[in-house]
């Protein structure tokens, strides 16, 4: 049920979030006339918006990942929210020890590190640490990347909701009205429409996902060798052009007012295509299950979680400059790694057989 290559991506997307926040690092605390070069600044402006794009990303994997679990016949929703809970607040709430305990050993009061590490609370309080550990009311930006998870627990929750209204729906037609609400929640600045819609891509996609493997197999049956490299090139090129549409229609000097909807509408379609390229494309599925891709994916969720406070400590105790860059780097695939075997890992064992254990309480 697993599609390898999407773990990959998946693992590929959590380096472009850390890639995108040690962007914000060297902007922040380095001046060069190469920096204002043309060239430059659009490297400078695709590598901001390479973070959000990968958490939109892990939004759309997640509505497709889970709704391909949950197609399974002998699928109990009782049983499974009890072992989604388990692995997403389990490791989050490790997550939450490790940053809280970074805070503690290693001041934040000082400032000029910067406005992104400067932006983080220096100080710890019991509400804080709460929000964090439930998501329920928020996050307290002690560790960022958690506002995703607050998303990422209501789909989990509201999963048959979604499969139950765009079962009845044409996939297509579901990714057009998701893309819709999208574009709505983006100009309207309403955090619900804007993201929770990104599931139902998902969604949409897993109930597509076995017709479009038939016609990819078919096509790919029927094509020289050379064809599907060509379109695994045309397609990134593509995916990627989608996902920079705001700028590639700077000059055409577009009402201000439609740019974020127009924005969202290309992201949502590159990513949905990346999505699609990454699964049936016989070289980029070779790429993204290749033995690296494979392991960032193992560790995916852990480079998420735990990169920040590591980036945010190395660069404090050893001051920004490109050595503490390349160790914060370093220490940040190190400290994944420990953590997802001693965490992570054993998380998803537990939620597991805690899966096992209340669907066979169920059944008996």
Request: overall charge positive; proline content about 5%; aromatic content about 10%.
């Amino acid at each position: 049920m697993r599609i390898r290559s999407l773990d990959g991506l998946r693992g590929v997307a959590a380096v472009a979030v850390v890639i995108g926040h040690l962007r914000l690092i060297v902007v922040d605390n380095y001046e060069s006339p190469l920096f204002t070069a043309p060239v430059f600044s659009q490297v400078n402006r695709e590598l901001g918006m390479i973070g959000g794009h990968a958490v939109w990303l892990f939004f759309v994997l997640s509505g497709l990942v889970l709704t391909r679990f949950a197609s399974h016949p002998k699928f109990d929703y009782g049983s499974y929210v009890l072992s989604r809970l388990a692995r997403l607040y389990i490791p989050v709430w490790a997550a939450v020890a490790l940053s809280s305990v970074s805070i503690l050993l290693i001041p934040r009061a000082a400032n000029g590190f910067g406005n992104w590490i400067d932006g983080h609370p220096d100080t710890l309080s019991i509400n804080a640490v709460i929000e964090d550990l439930t998501l329920l009311t928020g996050v307290s930006g002690h560790l960022s990347p958690l506002w995703t998870l607050q998303w990422e627990v209501l789909f989990s929750l509201l999963l048959v909701f979604y499969i139950a209204v765009l079962r009845r729906l044409p996939p297509l037609v579901g990714i057009a009205a998701s893309i819709v609400l999208i574009a709505i929640g983006s100009t309207s600045e309403n955090a619900f429409l804007r993201y929770m819609p990104m599931f139902a891509i998902g969604v949409c996609l897993a109930f597509a996902w076995d017709r479009m493997r038939v016609i990819a197999e078919r096509w790919g049956l029927r094509r020289r060798v050379l064809v599907p490299h060509l379109v695994a090139v045309a397609g990134v090129v593509l995916a990627l052009a989608l996902n920079s549409l705001p700028w590639l229609l700077e000059d055409l000097h577009l009402p201000a007012a439609i740019m974020p909807s127009l924005g969202m509408t290309g992201s949502m379609l590159g990513i949905a295509l990346l999505i699609v390229l990454v699964g049936f494309n016989r070289p980029l599925i070779r790429v993204f299950e290749s033995r690296l891709a494979q392991w960032l994916g193992v560790i995916s969720f852990s480079i998420y979680l735990v990169h920040e406070p590591v980036l945010i400590a190395a660069m404090r105790v050893g001051g920004v400059s490109a050595v503490s860059i390349g160790i914060g780097l370093a220490l940040t695939f190190v400290v994944a790694a420990v953590f997802a075997r001693f965490v992570e890992g054993p998380a998803h064992r537990y939620s597991q057989n805690l899966r096992r254990k209340t669907a066979a309480q169920v059944s008996a």
